[in-house]
Protein backbone atom coordinates (compact mmCIF):
# COMPACT_ATOMS: atom_id res chain seq x y z
CA UNK A 1 0.00 0.00 0.00
CA UNK A 2 0.59 3.85 -0.06
CA UNK A 3 3.10 5.18 2.31
CA UNK A 4 3.41 8.83 2.81
CA UNK A 5 6.36 10.54 5.07
CA UNK A 6 5.91 13.94 6.31
CA UNK A 7 8.71 16.39 7.41
CA UNK A 8 9.40 18.20 9.57
CA UNK A 9 6.91 17.08 12.88
CA UNK A 10 6.89 20.19 14.48
CA UNK A 11 7.85 23.88 12.99
CA UNK A 12 8.57 27.46 14.75
CA UNK A 13 8.50 30.66 12.02
CA UNK A 14 8.26 33.80 13.06
CA UNK A 15 5.21 36.16 11.95
CA UNK A 16 6.19 37.31 7.99
CA UNK A 17 8.52 34.74 7.73
CA UNK A 18 7.94 31.55 4.97
CA UNK A 19 7.27 28.12 6.08
CA UNK A 20 7.96 24.36 4.04
CA UNK A 21 6.78 21.15 4.75
CA UNK A 22 7.34 17.87 2.87
CA UNK A 23 5.55 14.98 2.00
CA UNK A 24 7.48 12.09 0.12
CA UNK A 25 5.07 9.32 -1.23
CA UNK A 26 5.95 5.69 -2.84
CA UNK A 27 3.49 4.74 -5.21
CA UNK A 28 3.88 6.26 -8.63
CA UNK A 29 0.63 5.87 -9.57
CA UNK A 30 -0.93 8.29 -7.10
CA UNK A 31 -2.05 11.40 -8.60
CA UNK A 32 -3.81 13.45 -6.20
CA UNK A 33 -1.55 15.19 -3.25
CA UNK A 34 -3.84 17.96 -1.09
CA UNK A 35 -2.73 19.54 2.00
CA UNK A 36 -4.83 19.32 5.08
CA UNK A 37 -5.07 22.30 8.22
CA UNK A 38 -6.25 21.27 11.67
CA UNK A 39 -7.03 23.76 14.26
CA UNK A 40 -7.43 22.91 18.05
CA UNK A 41 -10.70 20.91 18.34
CA UNK A 42 -11.51 21.03 14.63
CA UNK A 43 -12.01 18.39 12.04
CA UNK A 44 -9.02 18.64 9.27
CA UNK A 45 -10.00 21.71 6.42
CA UNK A 46 -8.48 21.40 2.58
CA UNK A 47 -6.37 24.63 1.91
CA UNK A 48 -5.36 23.84 -0.88
CA UNK A 49 -4.70 20.32 -3.48
CA UNK A 50 -3.09 19.75 -6.82
CA UNK A 51 -3.30 17.12 -9.21
CA UNK A 52 -0.51 15.14 -10.97
CA UNK A 53 -0.67 17.05 -14.62
CA UNK A 54 0.56 20.24 -13.08
CA UNK A 55 4.27 21.16 -10.98
CA UNK A 56 3.06 23.90 -8.99
CA UNK A 57 -0.49 25.72 -7.62
CA UNK A 58 -0.92 28.57 -5.82
CA UNK A 59 -3.81 30.68 -3.88
CA UNK A 60 -2.66 33.93 -2.01
CA UNK A 61 -0.27 33.01 0.61
CA UNK A 62 0.35 28.92 0.54
CA UNK A 63 1.68 26.79 -2.43
CA UNK A 64 1.92 23.03 -3.19
CA UNK A 65 4.48 21.96 -5.27
CA UNK A 66 4.80 18.24 -6.98
CA UNK A 67 8.11 16.61 -8.52
CA UNK A 68 6.23 13.43 -9.59
CA UNK A 69 9.96 11.71 -10.41
CA UNK A 70 10.92 12.24 -6.75
CA UNK A 71 7.94 11.53 -5.73
CA UNK A 72 7.56 14.41 -3.61
CA UNK A 73 5.24 17.35 -2.84
CA UNK A 74 5.47 20.44 -0.67
CA UNK A 75 3.09 22.76 1.09
CA UNK A 76 4.79 26.38 1.04
CA UNK A 77 3.45 28.94 3.27
CA UNK A 78 4.41 32.93 2.80
CA UNK A 79 4.39 36.11 4.88
CA UNK A 80 3.15 33.82 7.57
CA UNK A 81 0.52 34.86 10.26
CA UNK A 82 -0.66 33.63 13.85
CA UNK A 83 -3.73 32.37 12.16
CA UNK A 84 -1.58 29.98 10.11
CA UNK A 85 -0.58 28.17 13.76
CA UNK A 86 -2.56 24.54 13.50
CA UNK A 87 -1.36 21.42 12.25
CA UNK A 88 -0.84 20.22 8.65
CA UNK A 89 -1.25 16.94 7.17
CA UNK A 90 -0.36 16.02 3.60
CA UNK A 91 -2.42 13.17 1.52
CA UNK A 92 -1.39 10.44 -0.61
CA UNK A 93 -4.12 8.05 -2.61
CA UNK A 94 -2.74 4.91 -4.02
CA UNK A 95 -3.98 3.06 -7.15
CA UNK A 96 -6.83 1.16 -5.33
CA UNK A 97 -8.03 4.68 -3.76
CA UNK A 98 -7.01 4.19 -0.17
CA UNK A 99 -6.19 7.55 1.24
CA UNK A 100 -2.93 8.02 3.25
CA UNK A 101 -2.25 10.69 5.85
CA UNK A 102 1.01 11.90 6.25
CA UNK A 103 1.78 12.25 9.79
CA UNK A 104 1.44 15.99 10.72
CA UNK A 105 3.64 19.07 10.87
CA UNK A 106 2.54 21.18 14.04
CA UNK A 107 3.23 24.83 12.67
CA UNK A 108 3.77 27.53 15.42
CA UNK A 109 3.58 31.51 14.31
CA UNK A 110 5.46 33.14 16.92
CA UNK A 111 4.75 37.06 16.72
CA UNK B 1 -25.90 22.84 4.62
CA UNK B 2 -24.93 20.69 7.30
CA UNK B 3 -22.25 18.45 5.19
CA UNK B 4 -20.86 16.16 8.00
CA UNK B 5 -22.76 15.72 11.38
CA UNK B 6 -21.71 13.19 14.11
CA UNK B 7 -22.97 12.20 17.57
CA UNK B 8 -22.06 12.18 19.90
CA UNK B 9 -19.75 14.74 20.50
CA UNK B 10 -18.11 13.25 23.64
CA UNK B 11 -18.77 10.25 25.49
CA UNK B 12 -17.16 8.21 28.47
CA UNK B 13 -17.51 4.41 28.39
CA UNK B 14 -16.60 1.63 30.57
CA UNK B 15 -14.82 -1.30 29.59
CA UNK B 16 -16.65 -3.95 27.78
CA UNK B 17 -19.36 -1.72 27.17
CA UNK B 18 -20.44 -1.27 23.65
CA UNK B 19 -21.78 2.22 21.59
CA UNK B 20 -22.43 3.45 18.46
CA UNK B 21 -21.21 6.50 16.81
CA UNK B 22 -23.38 7.87 14.38
CA UNK B 23 -22.58 9.73 11.18
CA UNK B 24 -24.62 11.32 8.54
CA UNK B 25 -23.93 13.44 5.48
CA UNK B 26 -26.69 15.66 3.29
CA UNK B 27 -24.03 16.12 -0.33
CA UNK B 28 -25.13 12.55 -1.94
CA UNK B 29 -21.53 11.37 -1.57
CA UNK B 30 -20.52 8.01 -2.30
CA UNK B 31 -17.51 8.19 -0.23
CA UNK B 32 -17.09 8.07 3.33
CA UNK B 33 -14.77 7.21 5.90
CA UNK B 34 -13.84 6.79 9.88
CA UNK B 35 -10.82 7.55 11.27
CA UNK B 36 -9.25 7.90 14.52
CA UNK B 37 -6.88 10.30 15.82
CA UNK B 38 -4.52 9.76 19.15
CA UNK B 39 -3.46 13.02 20.70
CA UNK B 40 -0.84 14.43 19.25
CA UNK B 41 -1.00 11.93 16.22
CA UNK B 42 -1.63 11.65 12.99
CA UNK B 43 -5.50 10.51 11.34
CA UNK B 44 -5.96 6.56 11.21
CA UNK B 45 -8.29 4.89 8.59
CA UNK B 46 -10.63 2.34 10.40
CA UNK B 47 -13.37 1.57 7.71
CA UNK B 48 -14.58 3.31 4.70
CA UNK B 49 -17.60 2.52 1.97
CA UNK B 50 -17.55 3.82 -1.42
CA UNK B 51 -21.06 3.16 -1.61
CA UNK B 52 -24.32 1.70 -0.01
CA UNK B 53 -23.89 -1.65 0.71
CA UNK B 54 -20.08 -1.36 0.36
CA UNK B 55 -17.91 -1.78 2.93
CA UNK B 56 -13.77 -2.03 3.35
CA UNK B 57 -11.25 -2.39 6.20
CA UNK B 58 -8.90 0.66 7.07
CA UNK B 59 -5.46 0.72 8.80
CA UNK B 60 -7.13 0.06 11.89
CA UNK B 61 -9.81 -2.09 11.85
CA UNK B 62 -9.94 -4.22 15.21
CA UNK B 63 -12.49 -3.78 17.76
CA UNK B 64 -14.82 -1.68 15.16
CA UNK B 65 -17.48 -2.49 12.51
CA UNK B 66 -19.32 -0.06 10.28
CA UNK B 67 -22.78 -0.47 7.94
CA UNK B 68 -24.12 1.69 5.44
CA UNK B 69 -27.16 0.89 4.55
CA UNK B 70 -27.85 4.55 2.90
CA UNK B 71 -25.99 6.89 1.27
CA UNK B 72 -26.20 9.51 3.87
CA UNK B 73 -25.14 7.20 7.04
CA UNK B 74 -22.14 5.34 8.05
CA UNK B 75 -22.51 4.24 11.68
CA UNK B 76 -19.34 3.04 13.62
CA UNK B 77 -19.88 0.30 16.23
CA UNK B 78 -17.44 -0.34 18.80
CA UNK B 79 -18.26 -3.79 20.43
CA UNK B 80 -16.59 -4.56 24.07
CA UNK B 81 -14.96 -1.62 24.46
CA UNK B 82 -11.14 -1.04 25.82
CA UNK B 83 -9.03 1.80 26.96
CA UNK B 84 -6.75 1.43 23.96
CA UNK B 85 -9.99 3.22 22.14
CA UNK B 86 -9.76 6.19 23.39
CA UNK B 87 -9.26 8.62 21.33
CA UNK B 88 -10.89 11.41 18.79
CA UNK B 89 -12.93 10.34 15.89
CA UNK B 90 -13.61 11.65 13.16
CA UNK B 91 -15.96 10.95 10.26
CA UNK B 92 -15.39 12.13 6.43
CA UNK B 93 -17.38 11.86 3.07
CA UNK B 94 -15.64 12.66 -0.54
CA UNK B 95 -17.65 12.21 -3.94
CA UNK B 96 -14.77 10.96 -5.67
CA UNK B 97 -12.19 9.03 -4.41
CA UNK B 98 -9.51 11.18 -5.44
CA UNK B 99 -11.17 14.16 -4.42
CA UNK B 100 -12.16 16.95 -1.36
CA UNK B 101 -13.01 15.08 2.08
CA UNK B 102 -15.49 16.97 4.17
CA UNK B 103 -14.53 15.99 7.67
CA UNK B 104 -17.22 16.15 10.82
CA UNK B 105 -16.46 18.14 14.09
CA UNK B 106 -15.16 14.95 15.73
CA UNK B 107 -16.61 12.62 19.00
CA UNK B 108 -14.56 12.74 21.55
CA UNK B 109 -14.33 9.11 23.47
CA UNK B 110 -13.13 8.08 26.44
CA UNK B 111 -13.00 4.33 27.88
CA UNK B 112 -12.05 3.87 31.22
Known amino acids: GENVEQHPSTLSVQEGDSAVIKCTYS??????FPWYKQELGKGPQLIID?????GEKKDQRIAVTLNKTAKHFSLHITETQPEDSAVYFCLSTDSWGKLQFGAGTQVVVTP | NAGVTQTPKFRILKIGQSMTLQCTQD?????MYWYRQDPGMGLKLIYY???????DKGEVPNGYNVSRSTTEDFPLRLELAAPSQTSVYFCASSSQGAGELFFGEGSRLTVL
Open chain 2, 27 to 31: MNHNY
Open chain 1, 50 to 54: IRSNV
Open chain 1, 27 to 32: DSASNY
Open chain 2, 49 to 55: SVGAGIT
